[in-house]
């Protein structure tokens, strides 16, 4: 019986996976693709664009949420059981496409394949890693290496590992592919700067390709042939590396989201533009959801990495579907205490007749 190929998507948060995988779709040759989505938060935006594509080969029954937690630490009680259900219909899928939440370790969720279950059935076709180029080309996921030398040398309290740097390197030593995406927001120097930083912590030698919005001809993401669950044990993260024989130890404690529901977006623009003051006032890494803006039969899809924010209509408000503006907020868990979390919805409120609202609560 020939092996079921599964691509994992990898990345840190607002890379840039869920657009890849849209494009992806909606260039898919035929194939019939099984989407398995892990999201960080409380509300399933990710599944939730990718569900509303409207692609024939991969409906709504295809996509598969997986909502327990991270899922490189649910690998038993979450990501086999699907597996083995997916695994048992009559229909079987052609490919199988994991997007792994920001926050995710790839290798153990790519050691999950050896499972007999699982081993049997499906081989990994490749681990893509998607990289914001503007991102690290800014410092804002990756250290300033020379920043930090100088700091350990003045001070030895520093002399540790950032927990995202970690994390960040885990997902490029997982890769067989890199996608250095968004990279039409920086100049080609800074570009070969950036693949060149990356190159460097690959574990070996790495196909690595560039992006602009995601899109990627389906031929180079699927396909890879690489058979990673065979490989990744030699692909050690961070963790493995620095305690091995200590056990698995992944906290995601560092890192805090919330969901805000919020009124009618009148003004999509001012809207985005006070959602940016909002980001830059209280470093928030990420924030992505829907705006209800109205008279328009349409939802807006609102993905922000930073000040970076993007908005667009994605597809008709369904026939009995609530039309409400709701957005995940994701940040550090330090920067983000109750207060904090309080004084965000309130002024994400104030943005839109969300006032209302929160007076009514």
Request: hydrophobic residues 45%.
């Amino acid at each position: 019986m020939q092996k079921i190929p599964a691509t994992v998507v990898t990345g840190f948060l607002g890379a840039g996976k869920t657009t890849l995988i849209r494009n992806m779709l909606q260039n898919a040759g035929g194939r019939k693709i099984a989407l398995i989505i892990n999201e960080f938060g409380d509300l399933g935006v990710d599944g939730d664009i990718l569900t509303g594509c409207g692609i024939e080969t991969c409906t709504e029954d295809d996509v598969v949420e997986l909502t327990n937690g991270c899922i490189c630490c649910t690998v038993a009680d979450d990501f086999i059981p699907t597996m083995t259900k997916l695994l048992a219909r009559d229909r079987l899928p052609d490919h199988i496409v994991i997007e792994t939440s920001g926050l995710a370790l790839p290798q153990p969720l790519v050691a999950a394949f050896n499972w007999p279950e699982v081993k049997t059935r499906v081989t990994v076709d490749g681990v893509v890693t998607v990289i914001d180029t503007a991102a690290v080309a800014a410092g804002r996921f990756a250290d300033d290496e020379a920043k930090v030398a100088a700091a350990r040398a003045a001070d030895e309290s520093l002399d540790h590992d950032n927990p995202l740097e970690e994390l960040f390197e885990d997902q490029i030593r997982a890769a067989d592919l890199i996608v250095l995406n968004k990279a039409d927001l920086v100049d080609a120097a800074t570009l070969e700067r950036v693949r060149g930083e990356i190159d460097s912590q690959c574990a070996e030698a790495v196909k690595i390709v560039t992006a602009e919005g995601g899109v990627l001809p389906t031929d180079v993401l699927l396909g890879l042939s690489a058979g990673t669950e065979d490989l990744i044990a030699d692909r050690k993260s961070h963790h493995e590396l620095h305690h091995e024989g200590e056990g698995h130890d992944h906290d995601h404690d560092e890192f805090e989201s919330f969901v805000v529901e919020a009124g009618q977006v009148a003004d999509p623009k001012a809207f985005a533009e006070g959602l940016s003051a909002v980001i830059a006032g209280h470093d928030i890494l990420r924030l992505k959801g829907f705006a209800d803006v109205p008279g328009k039969p349409m939802r807006l899809v609102v993905q922000a990495v930073g000040q970076r924010i993007e908005t667009y209509f994605d597809r008709p408000w369904k026939q009995g579907e609530s039309r409400a503006t709701r957005l995940v907020v994701i940040g550090l868990h330090d920067g983000l205490d109750a207060a904090t979390c309080g004084t965000i919805r309130a002024t994400i409120r104030a943005l839109t007749d969300g006032a209302a609202q929160a007076a009514a609560e």
